[in-house]
């Protein structure tokens, strides 16, 4: 059989791969009942707008109460991810969601850095961690999670950076907390061009010390903009399925990917809350394929590209992109 296509995925939120299956079983470890609304009889997350999906998404992760518990999702992931042919993983993870169910930062990351570590040993895979702060949660919060990442440094933390509703907020009043981390000499990342316009990817550029756009495909709106993207050498997340799920665009036929290529935009495909979107790191690949026309070589540059802006150490890098070419 031939080995599958090697990849690299820099954007999927680890709360957001628990899948439905996982989600009830963590839910009858911890004796947590789920919402009557929280799945379908099919086994998948109801959402039908981008509110209900963060409802939803703040439900299902509500049953991931224990270090355990993060160990057993993380695992799960990147073992699933080894199988499609990844290579390397960085998974965001959110302080602030393991703090409502009880968790303190060290012992969530306790629990993610051994599922990193098991799914190293029994598939291969290397993981690593981006510790996000919540948009909607404030700038207030956002400085916490900060101080914390600072305060307790581990290896396999590798970035930082900001999901959540674009909408709220503005980019310079989260500034404080990416200077801390960047003083700490940590790389940063931040959701922007995805609900919200163009007009936030230029104000995270302007506000924020970022070398990596969460999203960031609305820039394609302001060619300008995307001209100052390639000068600068800011590479972007792209997550396909979730694009044409939360309906920033209607289909993969309007999705501005090889537009943004073209321009020579350095791009990663990625998965984002893979359950929530029918998709997974593999699938993502597919559809690059299938819709936008990527050969074998053309997806073999984009896990060059991906580990190239990786957050992942010098010798991480070095030695994944020998197994891609």
């Given at each position: 059989?031939?080995?599958?296509?090697?990849?690299?995925?820099?954007?999927?939120?680890?709360?957001?791969?628990?899948?439905?299956?996982?989600?009830?079983?963590?839910?009858?470890?911890?004796?947590?009942?789920?919402?009557?609304?929280?799945?379908?009889?099919?086994?998948?997350?109801?959402?039908?707008?981008?509110?209900?999906?963060?409802?939803?998404?703040?439900?299902?992760?509500?049953?991931?109460?224990?270090?355990?518990?993060?160990?057993?999702?993380?695992?799960?992931?990147?073992?699933?991810?080894?199988?499609?042919?990844?290579?390397?993983?960085?998974?965001?993870?959110?302080?602030?969601?393991?703090?409502?169910?009880?968790?303190?930062?060290?012992?969530?990351?306790?629990?993610?850095?051994?599922?990193?570590?098991?799914?190293?040993?029994?598939?291969?895979?290397?993981?690593?961690?981006?510790?996000?702060?919540?948009?909607?949660?404030?700038?207030?919060q956002a400085m916490r999670v900060a101080e914390a990442v600072v305060h307790s440094p581990h290896p396999y933390v590798v970035g930082f950076g900001m999901g959540g509703n674009e909408l709220l907020y503005t980019l310079r009043e989260f500034a404080p907390a990416f200077s801390l981390i960047d003083t700490a000499g940590l790389p940063t990342t931040v959701h922007a061009g995805e609900w919200a316009g163009a007009e936030s990817v230029a104000d995270a550029l302007d506000a924020l010390p970022v070398s990596r756009i969460g999203h960031g495909v609305r820039a394609v709106e302001?060619?300008?903009?995307?001209?100052?993207?390639?000068?600068?050498?800011?590479?972007?997340?792209?997550?396909?399925?979730?694009?044409?799920?939360?309906?920033?665009?209607?289909?993969?036929?309007?999705?501005?990917?090889?537009?943004?290529?073209?321009?020579?935009?350095?791009?990663?495909?990625?998965?984002?809350?893979?359950?929530?979107?029918?998709?997974?790191?593999?699938?993502?690949?597919?559809?690059?394929?299938?819709?936008?026309?990527?050969?074998?070589?053309?997806?073999?540059?984009?896990?060059?590209?991906?580990?190239?802006?990786?957050?992942?150490?010098?010798?991480?890098?070095?030695?994944?992109?020998?197994?891609?070419?």
């Open positions: 059989m031939t080995p599958p296509l090697p990849k690299a995925e820099l954007h999927c939120h680890l709360e957001g791969t628990t899948s439905p299956s996982l989600v009830r079983r963590l839910a009858r470890r911890n004796r947590i009942p789920l919402p009557e609304n929280l799945l379908d009889d099919g086994d998948n997350f109801i959402w039908i707008d981008v509110e209900s999906f963060l409802k939803t998404y703040d439900q299902a992760s509500s049953v991931i109460r224990t270090a355990e518990d993060y160990r057993d999702l993380t695992y799960d992931y990147l073992a699933s991810s080894a199988k499609e042919g990844a290579l390397y993983v960085e998974v965001m993870s959110s302080p602030d969601h393991a703090a409502a169910a009880g968790i303190d930062y060290e012992g969530h990351l306790e629990g993610i850095v051994e599922g990193i570590e098991s799914a190293e040993r029994d598939h291969g895979i290397i993981g690593r961690i981006i510790v996000t702060c919540v948009r909607h949660f404030g700038p207030e302001d060619p300008a903009l995307v001209e100052r993207l390639v000068r600068e050498g800011i590479h972007l997340e792209v997550c396909l399925s979730s694009n044409i799920a939360t309906r920033v665009y209607d289909d993969f036929a309007s999705h501005p990917f090889n537009q943004l290529r073209e321009a020579g935009l350095s791009l990663s495909l990625n998965s984002d809350d893979p359950p929530y979107f029918a998709t997974s790191i593999g699938r993502e690949y597919l559809i690059g394929s299938k819709f936008f026309g990527l050969d074998v070589e053309a997806l073999k540059l984009i896990t060059i590209e991906a580990l190239k802006y990786s957050f992942a150490n010098h010798q991480t890098k070095k030695e994944l992109i020998t197994r891609v070419v």
